[in-house]
């Protein structure tokens, strides 16, 4: 058994000598009392912030609206009377912001009048790219990759901790250092795949112009449904809603079902009509038409097992428009 | 004791501390040992001491990481909403060693690619094309970590995980006997861990060159930045949830849940078992039904082939359904 008074490492504020915890990894901190910023083990940092527009009351409609928009589409709007315990909890998230100018220089080919010829691609330009770099070790908070998505030019100012609405600031687990690195592999990524052709050479360059370290704010919608907990992400600089779970209904369940059950007898028609056929056509053309019929309803049949794992979801997951995805739920926690 | 069984095997067992003199016994196929008089980290194969040697601190007593653990079940899949009242049955401190290699390489990669032939810059027919192979070099270049588990008994899931390697501590074997901590065996030596740490960027290195050429030779240029032991406390809770006991792994430095079994709520278990036990029983009856019915009342083919194609299909509905209430049993989830 561990004791429970475990020495616990504590921290002290360089500015307010307000005693903190600092995390394993973090390399760039900033103070929850006073706000001050620094790199551990160095100096102070640069700090900017993106506001929040929202609290904990005003941010509820744009999820309520949100769930408005998307459940006719998928498990019926009827379960909205049913939700209760909706909790939105904000966290500020570290993102280096990074801008440079590239060059770039690319030869390939496209395939152009319908891919019947080749049109050789050799080009170069030059310009000005941003990209957000998440400061974090680990990409565990729900939805992060839309939410990091959906910056594009938002509006930065001073950090300054009165501004957090005493909600918790995550620290960065990355050097500015390590953030340019993976800015010098993300941009060029970027680029490569913006590009409209065949790529086979490609030569990039991109120098940092500005890096501004910056925290943006992430609400976390949590509510139930039936006792079971679900989610919803939401940006605190627009109100949108980035990414959500929606609990299976029963409605939803039985509507797939439905469509599975239909197809069953679809197939088992198909499957009678082979004996038909054989004795209507006689001889090697029946038994032919008998096989193949009995083919297609083998193929059909093998469709069939991965719609009927539809019927079994607890969860489904949807973009702000209402599209299913699969981005979370990986199929070893449907099956 | 001394190991008398062979003259060789006492030399292997031990050893004399470089720093105090103590004599220090070896485990078995261990590479790296801490001398428990002055907590000098030793290599054993040269004897030498290693100064890189580090612990990451426990931020989180048993309490916290229980909270933060049962916080984290409650957000699964299926999950029961009283969990937290989980009984503790057993928890266990274990400082689990990771080589931690920081490498930038620079590597010069030469390839062919095959490229098609254009005469000026006017598209041409697809079937008119040649395709060349052009032989092209160039560079590309990498900086990363690489975590190599020094322990070879670790479990997957705990190989597989992102250490926290950032604010460490050098290692200091008494604070881990105050915390009442167990240590692992540091069996995998530098060597071997820098070879791994090497071919996995490698790897990095040839798939980035590979956007490039399609068969290629690299050429290596690789700076060690650091290479240095880390030990992580992992927290391993074993508690009860009705009739059955589940396991998690809490990362004692960072909070983060490592690994976790957790129970499935078992209403929605029961209603998924009920509908594959109603399928499979109106898949066979189906079948029985139409089957009799076909060979009394008609020509024994028409209604049987749907009966039993439909009836099949049933059937295989419900077994899905009773594997997937199976699945739920036990739920597990980590981190990605």
């Given at each position: 058994?561990?004791?429970?008074?475990?020495?616990?490492?504590?921290?002290?504020?360089?500015?307010?000598?307000?005693?903190?915890?600092?995390?394993?990894?973090?390399?760039?901190?900033?103070?929850?009392?006073?706000g001050y910023?620094?790199?551990?083990?160095?100096?102070?940092?640069?700090?900017?912030?993106?506001?929040?527009?929202f609290d904990k009351h005003s941010i509820i409609p744009f999820f309520k609206e949100w769930l408005k928009s998307v459940t006719p589409k998928t498990v019926g709007h009827g379960m909205i009377k049913h939700i209760d315990n909706i909790a939105p909890t904000l966290e500020w998230i570290p993102i280096f912001r990074i801008t440079g100018s590239y060059t770039s220089q690319y030869s390939g080919?496209?395939?152009?009048?319908?891919?019947?010829?080749?049109?050789?691609?050799?080009?170069?330009?030059?310009?000005?790219?941003?990209?957000?770099?998440?400061?974090?070790?680990?990409?565990?908070?729900?939805?992060?990759?839309?939410?990091?998505?959906?910056?594009?030019?938002?509006?930065?100012s001073q950090f300054k901790i009165d501004n957090t609405q005493d909600s918790p600031v995550l620290n960065s687990e990355i050097s500015p250092h390590e953030a340019f690195l993976r800015f010098q592999k993300i941009s060029k990524n970027q680029h490569r795949k913006a590009i409209d052709a065949e790529v086979l050479d490609h030569h990039f360059k991109i120098k940092?112009?500005?890096?501004?370290?910056?925290?943006?704010?992430?609400?976390?919608?949590?509510?139930?449904?039936?006792?079971?907990?679900?989610?919803?992400a939401i940006s605190g600089a627009t109100g949108e809603v980035l990414f959500g779970e929606l609990p299976v209904t029963k409605r939803y369940r039985f509507k797939k079902w439905l469509f599975v059950f239909a197809i069953m007898i679809l197939n088992a028609v198909i499957i009678q009509l082979a004996p038909y056929v054989a004795t209507y056509f006689g001889g090697e053309d029946g038994a032919e038409g008998a096989t193949a019929l009995l083919g297609v309803a083998m193929f059909i049949t093998i469709g069939l097992t991965f719609l009927m794992k539809n019927t079994f979801l607890y969860e489904i997951e949807v973009d702000k428009e209402g599209n299913e995805t699969r981005e979370f739920l990986g199929d070893e926690r449907v099956e | 004791?001394?190991?008398?069984?062979?003259?060789?095997?006492?030399?292997?067992?031990?050893?004399?501390?470089?720093?105090?003199?103590?004599?220090?016994?070896?485990?078995?196929?261990?590479?790296?040992?801490?001398?428990?008089?002055?907590?000098?980290?030793?290599?054993?194969?040269?004897?030498?001491?290693?100064?890189?040697?580090?612990?990451?601190?426990?931020?989180y007593n048993k309490q916290d990481a229980k909270a933060k653990m049962f916080e984290w079940a409650l957000k699964q899949l299926g999950a029961p909403e009283d969990l937290t009242q989980a009984e503790i049955a057993k928890s266990?401190?274990?400082?689990?060693?990771?080589?931690?290699?920081?490498?930038?390489?620079?590597?010069?990669?030469?390839?062919?690619?095959?490229?098609?032939?254009?005469?000026?810059?006017?598209?041409?027919?697809?079937?008119?094309?040649?395709?060349?192979?052009?032989?092209?070099?160039?560079?590309?270049?990498?900086?990363?970590?690489?975590?190599?588990?020094a322990n070879r008994d670790i479990p997957q899931f705990l190989a597989n995980y992102n250490i926290p390697i950032r604010r460490k501590d050098f290692f200091d074997h008494e604070k881990i006997a105050d915390q009442e901590g167990m240590i692992k065996d540091i069996q995998v030596?530098?060597?071997?861990?820098?070879?791994?740490?090497?071919?996995?960027?490698?790897?990095?290195?040839?798939?980035?060159?590979?956007?490039?050429?399609?068969?290629?030779?690299?050429?290596?240029?690789?700076?060690?930045?650091?290479?240095?032991?880390?030990?992580?406390?992992?927290?391993?809770?074993?508690?009860?949830?009705?009739?059955?006991?589940?396991?998690?792994?809490?990362?004692?430095?960072?909070?983060?849940?490592?690994?976790?079994?957790?129970?499935?709520?078992?209403?929605?278990?029961?209603?998924?078992?009920?509908?594959?036990?109603?399928?499979?029983?109106?898949?066979?009856?189906?079948?029985?039904?139409?089957?009799?019915?076909?060979?009394?009342?008609?020509?024994?083919?028409?209604?049987?082939?749907?009966?039993?194609?439909?009836g099949l299909e049933m059937f295989l509905f419900g077994y899905l359904f009773l594997r997937f209430s199976r699945s739920l049993g036990t739920g597990n989830e980590g981190q990605k």
């Open positions: 058994m561990i004791k429970s008074n475990a020495e616990i490492a504590q921290f002290r504020c360089e500015k307010c000598n307000a005693p903190y915890p600092l995390g394993a990894d973090d390399v760039i901190a900033t103070c929850p009392y006073c910023t620094f790199e551990i083990g160095s100096e102070e940092v640069e700090h900017y912030i993106i506001s929040n527009k080919y496209q395939r152009i009048d319908g891919g019947s010829n080749l049109l050789p691609i050799n080009e170069s330009s030059a310009g000005e790219m941003t990209e957000w770099i998440l400061a974090r070790r680990h990409a565990a908070t729900y939805g992060i990759n839309r939410f990091m998505g959906s910056l594009s030019n938002e509006e930065i940092p112009e500005s890096i501004d370290y910056v925290h943006v704010p992430y609400w976390l919608v949590r509510y139930s449904y039936q006792k079971g907990a679900f989610r919803a | 004791m001394k190991h008398e069984s062979s003259w060789g095997m006492r030399e292997l067992s031990e050893l004399e501390c470089p720093q105090c003199g103590g004599v220090v016994k070896i485990p078995p196929y261990s590479s790296t040992i801490v001398c428990p008089y002055c907590n000098t980290t030793i290599q054993t194969k040269t004897g030498t001491i290693f100064k890189e040697h580090y612990m990451m601190g426990l931020q266990e401190l274990t400082y689990w060693p990771f080589w931690v290699v920081e490498i930038e390489a620079n590597a010069t990669y030469r390839g062919s690619q095959k490229k098609p032939k254009f005469q000026n810059k006017e598209a041409i027919p697809i079937d008119k094309v040649t395709w060349e192979y052009e032989f092209e070099g160039g560079t590309v270049e990498s900086t990363d970590d690489f975590i190599v588990p030596d530098q060597e071997e861990a820098l070879e791994i740490a090497r071919s996995e960027m490698l790897e990095i290195l040839r798939q980035e060159a590979e956007l490039e050429v399609e068969s290629m030779i690299l050429m290596d240029d690789q700076k060690i930045n650091a290479i240095f032991l880390v030990e992580i406390p992992i927290l391993h809770f074993e508690y009860s949830y009705g009739t059955s006991r589940y396991d998690g792994f809490v990362d004692g430095a960072s909070g983060r849940i490592i690994n976790l079994d957790f129970p499935r709520k078992v209403s929605f278990r029961a209603m998924t078992k009920l509908a594959g036990q109603v399928h499979v029983g109106v898949g066979v009856g189906i079948i029985l039904l139409l089957t009799y019915l076909g060979f009394t009342l008609f020509d024994g083919i028409f209604p049987t082939y749907f009966g039993i194609g439909l």
